[in-house]
């Protein structure tokens, strides 16, 4: 049994990778692909995909069973603090009460960056109504910190855009924020291929969530496979504390003292 212990809300998970469940040719593809990917919980997005708002429909419930995965219902498609709320609050019906959610609260269509005025008062309404909050910002240090003291459970700064796979474009951000938050902290949106997975964990982020990268991949399911395998390897270079970093130069790889003197 491990002692790195990876928790939200007070569970224990053992795999810190997150994974979305659109994008994917169809719900078989996207079991097949979530399976690979060994994540235990998963995103949905509620105004998107049917978990019986539709009934008579196909519903991921039945290849994502709640009993094998918990669900992270997501306000995906969300403008306003008010809608993101009622839906989280549709969420919590369909799913029998159920607490852990993904708030997002988008900005523009072009960007689909958050608005976080708007992420802030909604994220203070549910908190206060009981939901656990996950909840997806900018890389903002200051906005991640007062997200943390309203109350969320996780802080998901973005990496890059949604669904752009351009990978983490501020680093140094991420690392303030890491720093300075309590809460666990996963990188949402933007990974585009395994390193960039590999990278967010080295730098001390406690988990990732990812969609596109995985769905939108020529193999997904292989694809999954590789971001499960990245994360493991980002976490355990992240624990094993990688060598300091020096100014340019070299230093041999084997002694320098006792050489045998070539011969003449
Ligand atoms: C699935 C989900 O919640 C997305 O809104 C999330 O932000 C993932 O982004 P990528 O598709 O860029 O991984």
């Given at each position: 049994m491990s002692d790195d212990i990876f928790q939200i809300a007070g569970k224990t998970y053992n795999s810190r990778l997150i994974v979305g469940t659109g994008k994917y040719q169809d719900f078989a593809q996207t079991r097949e692909a979530v399976k690979a990917s060994g994540a235990e919980i998963v995103t949905v997005a509620i105004r998107r995909v049917n978990i019986g708002q539709n009934a008579g429909e196909a519903s991921l419930l039945d290849y994502l069973p709640p009993s094998e995965f918990t669900y992270l219902p997501n306000t995906a498609g969300c403008y306003t603090a008010e809608d993101a709320i009622r839906t989280l609050r549709l969420a919590r019906e369909l799913l029998d009460g159920h607490k852990l959610v993904k708030l997002e609260v988008l900005g523009d269509q072009h960007t689909l960056f958050p608005n976080v005025r708007e992420t802030l008062k909604a994220a203070e309404v549910l908190v206060k109504d009981g939901f656990d909050v996950m909840v997806y910002t900018s890389d903002d240090p200051i906005i991640a910190k007062e997200l943390q003291e309203i109350g969320c459970c996780a802080v998901m700064p973005l990496a890059s855009l949604i669904g752009s796979g351009m990978g983490i474009l501020n680093p140094w951000n991420l690392r303030l924020i890491i720093e300075q938050l309590s809460v666990p902290v996963l990188v949402d949106a933007g990974?585009?291929?395994?390193s960039d997975a590999t990278i967010a964990l080295e730098l001390g982020c406690d988990g990732i969530l990812m969609n596109t990268a995985i769905a939108h991949a020529k193999d997904p399911v292989r694809m999954a496979r590789a971001m499960k395998l990245a994360v493991e390897a980002g976490r355990e270079s992240f624990l094993a504390g990688r060598m300091p970093k020096k100014l340019y130069s070299a230093d041999p790889s084997s002694p320098v003292s006792g050489l045998i003197a070539a011969s003449k």
């Open positions: 990974v585009g291929t395994a």
